[in-house]
C-alpha cells in the first residue's frame, strides 16, 4: 500500500491530488454491498445479434419490449460505412455485419429500410454473405441459409478420439472446447431453425447460397496443411454414412455428458456466451426438454447477460467481476487513506471467498499433480479458472497482508488464512509455467500449433499458447512475494519475457490493445524482478512509449494492430485506458519526473467528468485478436485512478521505484 506520510503535495501535483479524489469518490460509489465490483463488459454487435436470433431459433414468445431495446442498439452501433465493426471506430467485418443485419431483419427491420439497405450495399462490397467465417456460416446453417457442406466437417466422434491423437478436446483451448463440444453435437445432427417469420437474406448473397462450398485457406494458416486437413474433411464426410448407429449414440452422451457436467448452474458452460448458447442449443437438438435442470439453467445463464437499460440493450461475451474486483482493489491500495483501504479489505474479503480449492478443472489434464487454488475471471467458474486474475487477486491480497500486518477480519470461519491463499495461488501459478518459461492464460503447454490450419480454425484462436503479458503479470507475482528473483520459475519467466520483447523495445498484448497493453505489464514485472531504469530492456521500453505519445499528452492504439503480420503500434487518439498503462509502466521504470509523465497526467486531469470518472468508447481489451474485441466500461475508471495514486505517491514520497509488482 502506498505510504501514508501526509507532505504537502508540490504545486504541479496538486491538479493531480483533487481529481485522484474525485475518481476514489466515483469508484467507491460503484463498490456493491458486499465489496465487489462489476461493471459492463461489451463486445460487438455479433453477441447482442446472436441472442436475438438464438430465442427466435428456439421459438420463444417475444418479448416486443426487449426486442425493441436490442434494435435500437444494433442500430445505434452500425458503421458509418453501413456495416458493423469489430470494435468502435473501426471497419467493417462481414461476418459482424451478416449477424447483425440478419438479426435486425428477424425484428422486423424491413430490407428496404435506409440503414438496412447501406448495410447490404456493404455487406456486398466485402464479399457477400458467403465470405463468412465458420461460426457464421454454422449460424447461417442453422436456419437453413446455407448448406451444411458449407461448414467445416467436425463430427461428434472426435470425441472418442484417445488423448494421443493428432485433435483431442483436450488440446485445444478452454473456450474452444466449451465451445466446440456442443457444436460438435450440431454438426453431426444439423437441426435446422423452425423460423416461423419465413425470414431469409438472399440478398446478401452474390452468388445463390446453394453454389457454394467451404471457407477458403484463412491468411494465417499453412496452405499444405490446411489443403491435407481438407482432404481429411472430404473424407470423413464420404465415411459418414458408415458410422455405427451405437458409435454415433456414444459420441453424443459422451458430448452430453461433458457439457452437464461442466453446465457450471446458473453461470452457464464455461461462463462465456458462445459456449453457452451453443450448450442451449445442443440440448434442444438433443431433444432435451426445456424443463430439464441442466436445459433450463443453460438457458436462464444466458439472460444473466443482459445490460437492458431505458432505451437500449445489449448481451455480454460474459461478466468480469473478478477482474473488476482485483484491479480495482489494487487501485484503491495504491490510493490509500482510510476509506479506499477499508473499500480494498471489503473487495479482498469477496474475493477470498471466490478461490478454487477443491475442484481440478480441465487444466489438471495436464497438470495432474498440482493442488487447485486459482481464481476464475467470473463469478463462478471452477473448472477454468486462470493465472492472470489469480496472479492479480493474489498480488492485491499479498500487498494488503504486508501493508496491514496481515490484518484482514472476515466473519467467514472457512477461509483459508491470507497468507496461506497466497501461497496456494503461487504454488498453483508456478505449477502451471510451461516449458519456455512462460504462460498461457487457462492452460498449460497448449502448443499444438498445427491445428490452428483445421479449417474450423479460420479464425485462428484455437489455442491458448504462453504470451508476454499473462506471463509478465506471473513473473511480478513471484518477484513480489520473492522480493525480486530468486527462483528458479520466476527466472525462467524473467528470461522468456526478455526474449519476446520486440525490437521497438515494446512488448505484444494478447489481451490488451496492444503494445501498450502488453509494456505496460512487462515493466512492471521487470522493475519487480529488480532490473532497474538502466537497464537496456527498461531504456528500450522507456523510449518506445515516449516515442509514441501523442501531442495532446495522451496514448492510443488501433484494434488493427492486430493484422495479420502483427507489424508493431498502430496510432490512434489517446484513450484513457491506454494513457493510464502508458503511465503506469514509464512510473514502474522510475519516469514520474519526465516530461511525458507530466503531459500524461494532464490529459487524465483534463478529461475527467464531473461524475469523476472518464469517457471511453474505444475497445482497448481483446478476446481473440483480429476476431473478437471488448470494452470493459471500468478500464476507463480504476486504470485513471490508479495512475493518478501512483503519480501522486511518487511525487509526494519521491518514490524511485515501486515495490509491488503492480
Same mark, same amino acid.
Given at each position: 500500500?502506498?505510504?501514508?506520510?501526509?507532505?504537502?503535495?508540490q504545486p504541479e501535483a496538486r491538479g493531480a491530488e483533487a481529481a485522484l479524489e474525485q475518481a476514489v469518490n466515483a469508484i467507491l460509489a460503484h463498490q456493491r454491498d458486499d465489496g465487489h465490483w462489476l461493471y459492463e463488459l461489451e463486445a460487438d454487435s455479433t453477441i447482442t445479434a446472436e441472442y436475438v436470433l438464438m430465442v427466435h431459433y428456439l421459438g420463444e414468445a417475444p418479448n416486443p419490449q426487449l426486442e425493441a431495446r436490442l434494435g435500437?442498439?444494433?442500430?445505434?452501433?452500425?458503421?458509418?460505412?453501413?456495416?458493423?465493426?469489430?470494435?468502435?471506430?473501426?471497419?467493417?467485418?462481414?461476418?459482424?455485419? *451478416?449477424?447483425?443485419?440478419?438479426?435486425?431483419?428477424?425484428?422486423?427491420?424491413?430490407?428496404?429500410?435506409?440503414?438496412?439497405?447501406?448495410?447490404?450495399?456493404?455487406?456486398?462490397?466485402?464479399?457477400?454473405?458467403?465470405?463468412?467465417?465458420?461460426?457464421?456460416?454454422?449460424?447461417?446453417?442453422?436456419?437453413?441459409?446455407?448448406?451444411?457442406?458449407?461448414?467445416?466437417?467436425?463430427?461428434?466422434?472426435?470425441?472418442?478420439?484417445?488423448?494421443?491423437?493428432?485433435?483431442?478436446?483436450?488440446?485445444?483451448?478452454?473456450?474452444?472446447?466449451?465451445?466446440?463440444?456442443?457444436?460438435?453435437?450440431?454438426?453431426?445432427?444439423?437441426?435446422?431453425?423452425?423460423?416461423?417469420?419465413?425470414?431469409?437474406?438472399?440478398?446478401?448473397?452474390?452468388?445463390?447460397?446453394?453454389?457454394?462450398?467451404?471457407?477458403?485457406?484463412?491468411?494465417?494458416? %499453412?496452405?499444405?496443411?490446411?489443403?491435407?486437413?481438407?482432404?481429411?474433411?472430404?473424407?470423413?464426410?464420404?465415411?459418414?454414412?458408415?458410422?455405427?448407429?451405437?458409435?454415433?449414440?456414444?459420441?453424443?452422451?459422451?458430448?452430453?455428458?461433458? *457439457?452437464?457436467?461442466?453446465?457450471?448452474?446458473?453461470?452457464?458452460?464455461?461462463?462465456?456466451?458462445?459456449?453457452?448458447?451453443?450448450?442451449?442449443?445442443?440440448?434442444?437438438?438433443?431433444? *432435451?426438454?426445456?424443463?430439464?435442470?441442466?436445459?433450463?439453467?443453460?438457458?436462464?445463464?444466458?439472460?444473466?447477460?443482459? +445490460?437492458?437499460?431505458?432505451?437500449?440493450?445489449?448481451?455480454?461475451?460474459?461478466?468480469?467481476?473478478?477482474?473488476?474486483?482485483?484491479?480495482?482493489?489494487?487501485?484503491?491500495?495504491?490510493?490509500?487513506?482510510?476509506?479506499?483501504?477499508?473499500?480494498?479489505?471489503?473487495?479482498?474479503?469477496?474475493?477470498?471467498?471466490?478461490?478454487?480449492?477443491?475442484?481440478?478443472?480441465?487444466?489438471?489434464?495436464?497438470?495432474?499433480?498440482?493442488?487447485?487454488?486459482?481464481?476464475?475471471?467470473?463469478?463462478?467458474?471452477?473448472?477454468?479458472?486462470?493465472?492472470?486474475?489469480?496472479?492479480?487477486?493474489?498480488?492485491?491480497?499479498?500487498?494488503?497482508?504486508?501493508?496491514?500486518?496481515?490484518?484482514?477480519?472476515?466473519?467467514?470461519?472457512?477461509?483459508?488464512?491470507?497468507?496461506?491463499?497466497?501461497?496456494?495461488?503461487?504454488?498453483?501459478?508456478?505449477?502451471?509455467?510451461?516449458?519456455?518459461?512462460?504462460?498461457?492464460?487457462?492452460?498449460?503447454?497448449?502448443?499444438?500449433?498445427?491445428?490452428?490450419?483445421?479449417?474450423?480454425?479460420?479464425?485462428?484462436?484455437?489455442?491458448?499458447?504462453?504470451?508476454?503479458?499473462?506471463?509478465?503479470?506471473?513473473?511480478?507475482?513471484?518477484?513480489?512475494?520473492?522480493?525480486? +528473483?530468486?527462483?528458479?520459475?520466476?527466472?525462467?519467466?524473467?528470461?522468456?519475457?526478455?526474449?519476446?520483447?520486440?525490437?521497438?523495445?515494446?512488448?505484444?498484448?494478447?489481451?490488451?490493445? %496492444?503494445?501498450?497493453?502488453?509494456?505496460?505489464?512487462?515493466?512492471?514485472?521487470?522493475?519487480?524482478?529488480?532490473?532497474?531504469?538502466?537497464?537496456?530492456?527498461?531504456?528500450?521500453?522507456?523510449?518506445?512509449?515516449?516515442?509514441?505519445? %501523442?501531442?495532446?499528452?495522451?496514448?492510443?492504439?488501433?484494434?488493427?494492430?492486430?493484422?495479420?503480420?502483427?507489424?508493431?503500434?498502430?496510432?490512434?487518439?489517446?484513450?484513457?485506458?491506454?494513457?493510464?498503462?502508458?503511465?503506469?509502466?514509464?512510473?514502474?521504470?522510475?519516469?514520474?519526473?519526465?516530461?511525458?509523465?507530466?503531459?500524461?497526467?494532464?490529459?487524465?486531469?483534463?478529461?475527467?467528468?464531473?461524475?469523476?470518472?472518464?469517457?471511453?468508447?474505444?475497445?482497448?481489451? *481483446?478476446?481473440?485478436?483480429?476476431?473478437?474485441?471488448?470494452?470493459?466500461?471500468?478500464?476507463?475508471?480504476?486504470?485513471?485512478?490508479?495512475?493518478?495514486?501512483?503519480?501522486? %505517491?511518487m511525487r509526494r514520497d519521491g518514490a524511485a521505484a515501486i515495490q509491488w509488482g503492480m
Open positions: 500500500m502506498a505510504p501514508q506520510t501526509q507532505l504537502q503535495p435500437r442498439y444494433l442500430r445505434r452501433v452500425q458503421g458509418a460505412d453501413g456495416g458493423w465493426p469489430l470494435f468502435a471506430h473501426g471497419e467493417a467485418d462481414v461476418s459482424a455485419s *451478416v449477424k447483425a443485419y440478419f438479426a435486425l431483419r428477424m425484428l422486423g427491420d424491413p430490407p428496404d429500410a435506409e440503414h438496412m439497405q447501406r448495410a447490404r450495399a456493404r455487406i456486398l462490397a466485402l464479399g457477400g454473405a458467403e465470405n463468412c467465417n465458420v461460426f457464421t456460416r454454422t449460424l447461417l446453417a442453422l436456419y437453413g441459409i446455407l448448406p451444411w457442406r458449407c461448414v467445416p466437417m467436425m463430427p461428434v466422434e472426435l470425441m472418442l478420439l484417445p488423448m494421443w491423437a493428432p485433435f483431442h478436446v483436450t488440446k485445444v483451448s478452454y473456450w474452444s472446447r466449451t465451445v466446440m463440444v456442443p457444436l460438435l453435437v450440431l454438426n453431426s445432427i444439423r437441426p435446422q431453425a423452425i423460423n416461423p417469420l419465413g425470414v431469409r437474406i438472399p440478398e446478401l448473397f452474390k452468388q445463390p447460397p446453394h453454389t457454394h462450398g467451404l471457407p477458403p485457406c484463412a491468411p494465417h494458416q %499453412n496452405l499444405l496443411l490446411y489443403t491435407v486437413f481438407m482432404g481429411l474433411d472430404c473424407m470423413l464426410r464420404v465415411g459418414e454414412m458408415f458410422v455405427p448407429r451405437w458409435l454415433r449414440g456414444r459420441a453424443l452422451a459422451q458430448a452430453e455428458r461433458f *457439457v452437464r457436467e461442466r453446465v457450471n448452474g446458473e453461470h452457464g458452460l464455461g461462463a462465456i456466451f458462445p459456449a453457452m448458447v451453443n450448450a442451449v442449443l445442443m440440448f434442444n437438438a438433443l431433444g *432435451v426438454p426445456a424443463s430439464d435442470p441442466d436445459a433450463r439453467l443453460a438457458r436462464e445463464s444466458i439472460e444473466k447477460l443482459l +445490460v437492458v437499460g431505458e432505451e437500449e440493450a445489449y448481451c455480454q461475451p460474459c461478466v468480469s467481476p473478478v477482474w473488476d474486483t482485483a484491479l480495482a482493489c489494487h487501485a484503491m491500495l495504491e490510493a490509500g487513506g482510510q476509506r479506499a483501504t477499508a473499500a480494498a479489505a471489503r473487495g479482498l474479503n469477496w474475493l477470498r471467498r471466490l478461490q478454487v480449492l477443491d475442484l481440478r478443472g480441465d487444466w489438471a489434464v495436464r497438470r495432474p499433480n498440482l493442488r487447485p487454488g486459482g481464481w476464475a475471471f467470473q463469478y463462478e467458474n471452477a473448472y477454468y479458472p486462470d493465472v492472470d486474475d489469480t496472479a492479480v487477486v493474489a498480488m492485491a491480497l499479498d500487498r494488503y497482508r504486508r501493508a496491514e500486518d496481515d490484518n484482514l477480519p472476515s466473519a467467514d470461519a472457512s477461509l483459508l488464512p491470507l497468507g496461506e491463499a497466497v501461497e496456494r495461488a503461487r504454488e498453483w501459478v508456478v505449477g502451471m509455467q510451461c516449458a519456455n518459461g512462460g504462460w498461457g492464460a487457462f492452460e498449460a503447454d497448449n502448443t499444438y500449433h498445427y491445428l490452428n490450419n483445421i479449417p474450423f480454425a479460420d479464425h485462428g484462436a484455437l489455442l491458448d499458447p504462453p504470451t508476454a503479458d499473462v506471463s509478465a503479470r506471473c513473473l511480478s507475482l513471484l518477484a513480489q512475494l520473492e522480493g525480486g +528473483v530468486t527462483s528458479a520459475a520466476a527466472q525462467q519467466a524473467l528470461d522468456y519475457l526478455l526474449r519476446e520483447q520486440e525490437t521497438n523495445g515494446s512488448w505484444f498484448g494478447r489481451w490488451g490493445t %496492444n503494445y501498450i497493453y502488453g509494456t505496460w505489464t512487462a515493466l512492471c514485472a521487470l522493475t519487480a524482478a529488480g532490473l532497474g531504469n538502466d537497464h537496456l530492456a527498461v531504456r528500450r521500453a522507456v523510449e518506445w512509449l515516449r516515442s509514441i505519445q %501523442n501531442a495532446d499528452g495522451g496514448w492510443g492504439e488501433d484494434g488493427d494492430s492486430y493484422r495479420i503480420d502483427y507489424n508493431g503500434h498502430m496510432p490512434a487518439p489517446s484513450t484513457p485506458s491506454q494513457t493510464a498503462w502508458a503511465l503506469l509502466a514509464l512510473m514502474a521504470a522510475g519516469d514520474s519526473g519526465s516530461d511525458a509523465v507530466t503531459r500524461g497526467i494532464a490529459y487524465i486531469v483534463d478529461t475527467q467528468q464531473d461524475d469523476g470518472g472518464w469517457i471511453e468508447e474505444h475497445f482497448t481489451a *481483446v478476446g481473440f485478436p483480429r476476431v473478437f474485441y471488448l470494452r470493459y466500461h471500468g478500464y476507463s475508471q480504476y486504470f485513471l485512478m490508479w495512475a493518478l495514486a501512483r503519480y501522486c %505517491n
